[in-house]
């Protein structure tokens, strides 16, 4: 009997999951045609309907949209077309990268307004709004972050009272790279469902970069010019001015998954109502290219100063450090026990010509490597792969310099004279 009731609760729930499926369906062609641009991103994003104790209303890992059923059901078109809209925009704008060690909870309400103002100026309802100044319509989550603590509202309330909207503070669930954040029981009555699986996949930024230029190059085939208010933002975003120390930090943090990872649910338990969740350590594997043939060499003890704290943060890690000019001349190897110290005196190997290749076949033939991420710092002159490596990459083009690769990020490496 009890193995019974099992199975058609199970049951149950796959009917409600598809009713909701067909609702995330239909609700992303309206997007579509109604917002041509945020509905082809969307289009390239999962639709996940989940019932699960950790989430309440919706959540994104930039690869997922997850929605709760039973609060996106109780919506109607429109609010549910903001939903998903909502979820869309925080991978298009990154917010799982920018929030860095700021508050969590306070953050989360900052970018969430972020997206409130977006969507509002397109004509979508929300099914809640946050206590917020409407004077804050165009500041992006970094400037309204900034603003929150020392606002009151009509009433006079502290703006920490903003944490309290839907208990976890913000309008949906935000995921995190440290996934500490992600496990977090809401009470609600619910199981664990082996369909939500919080937390940021490594590679996540490059990859929501990815879809962003790709909706932005569907929109101007098919449109034109994106309207001047969304355009500014995807622009912000593909071209970035600011610091590069805080792009660096963008970029690892949202290249390494985190210090746990959950593991899916085992199958074999759940036809018994039992979701047994288990989870793992993990480890960031760095690679750190230098181009030794030009004028990098003056700059590396900054680089490797801000690199070293920010691994240092991470806990577990390895930072493999190839030196190289036409070819791999010197490789040194750092990691959590003997960490890479702002002072370490640098002596670089080389001064000839520039070929980055060598790097890429070092890492994949001698290492046997997938490292999470590898960052090149060069001037970016030199003969590159043909083909992207199956890791996220990020080249530290410093000034002068140009490169011509057509793919991994870019960023310019300008050291301040202070520095």
């Not at 925080?90 to 508050?103: E, G, I, K, P, V």
């Not at 996540?204 to 355009?231: F, I, K, M, W």
């Not at 933002?233 to 390494?256: A, D, G, H, M």
């Not at 670089?348 to 490597?369: C, I, M, N, Q």
Request: proline fraction near 6%.
């Amino acid at each position: 009997m009890k193995a019974g009731k099992t199975n058609d609760s199970q049951n149950s729930l796959e009917s409600l999951k598809a009713k909701a499926s067909e609702l995330l369906a239909i609700d992303r062609h309206h997007l579509l045609m109604k917002m041509p641009f945020i509905g082809s991103l969307i289009m390239r994003l999962e639709l996940v309907p989940v019932l699960d104790c950790r989430l309440d209303t919706a959540a994104t890992d930039g690869d997922n949209i997850y929605v709760d059923i039973e609060f996106y059901s109780k919506l109607n078109p429109e609010e549910r077309q903001f939903v998903i809209a909502h979820e869309a925009w925080h991978c298009a704008l990154l917010h799982f990268a920018r929030r860095q060690n700021r508050d969590h909870q306070l953050f989360n309400c900052a970018a969430d307004l972020e997206i409130h103002f977006i969507l509002t100026r397109e004509g979508l309802k929300a099914p809640f709004v946050l206590p917020h100044n409407p004077e804050w319509n165009g500041l992006s989550a970094e400037e309204i972050y900034t603003l929150l603590p020392s606002w009151k509202n009509d009433n006079g309330q502290e703006s920490k009272n903003i944490r309290n909207v839907r208990g976890e503070g913000g309008f949906d669930r935000h995921l995190d790279n440290d996934n500490k954040n992600n496990d977090v029981i809401v009470n609600n009555g619910k199981g664990i469902d082996p369909d939500y699986l919080p937390g940021i996949k490594p590679g996540a930024a490059e990859r929501c970069r990815e879809r962003l230029t790709s909706a932005v190059q569907q929109y101007e085939r098919t449109h034109g010019t994106l309207p001047d208010g969304v355009n500014m933002i995807v622009k912000k975003v593909l071209e970035p001015k600011i610091n590069w120390r805080e792009l660096l930090s963008q970029f690892v943090t949202s290249c390494y998954g985190g210090s746990r990872q959950w593991l899916p649910p085992s199958r074999r338990h759940v036809w018994q109502g039992l979701y047994m969740q288990s989870s793992r350590e993990s480890r960031l594997n760095a690679v750190v290219a230098v181009d030794t043939s030009g004028s990098t060499v003056e700059e590396l003890p900054c680089f490797f100063g801000e690199l070293g704290g920010l691994l240092n943060s991470f806990g577990s890690y390895q930072l493999t450090v190839i030196q190289c000019d036409a070819e791999v001349q010197k490789v040194d190897v750092f990691d959590d026990m003997t960490p890479l110290l702002p002072d370490y005196e640098w002596f670089a190997k080389g001064g000839g010509g520039t070929d980055f290749r060598p790097v890429f076949d070092y890492v994949e033939e001698k290492l046997k490597l997938t490292p999470n991420l590898l960052i090149y710092l060069t001037d970016g002159f030199g003969s590159y792969p043909e083909h992207a490596p199956a890791y996220p990459m990020l080249w530290m083009v410093t000034s002068g310099g140009q490169i011509s690769v057509p793919w991994g990020m870019q960023c310019p490496f300008e050291i301040d004279k202070e520095n």
